[in-house]
């Protein structure tokens, strides 16, 4: 196989690569319900007039599955952390107790998890379209390239495969993620 034919398949690898790797962060702000730390992980804070992320000013840990705990690096930020965690519009409401930030995260009820399982699923299939294209553009450049038609068809069946093997980790994470969302 020639260098070209070769530097198309990698870099469309590359390119479903990235697209599970955002589908992953994507799903990663669904919340299941149970209370983790990268729930947070898009607040910002006014730390001293520059807009810091959170993780840079206090430590976010789990004191049990339905409770967040932000321990501010120093005591004075608790009404900016506060701010920050309400101007995130995240649905929280977050008490402080005067060493740090207590926030209690909701239970999902049954209608909220079907709809973060649409929500899931929409994301799911908008990966699955940026893998397609990926792939119709990797055969574009092959067609480009003007090599034989038997070396073209099995170059394009191999990027074929590469899809089906891409799109078949996309059903299989949102599988993992439908299990997360609707476990109670």
Known sequence: MNEEIQFIIDSTKEQMDKAIKHLEHEFANIRAGKASPVML?????????????????????????HTLTVQPWEKSLIPEIEKGILSANLGFNPMNNGESIIINVPILTEERRIELVKVAKNQAESTKIGIRNDRKEANKELKNLGVSEDLLKNTELDIQDLTNKYIKKIDEHLAIKEDEIMKV
Do not use: C, E, F
């Open 41 to 65: 992980k898009s607040v910002v804070v006014d730390y001293y007039g520059a807009k810091t992320p959170l993780s840079q000013v206090a430590n976010v840990n789990t004191l049990d599955a």
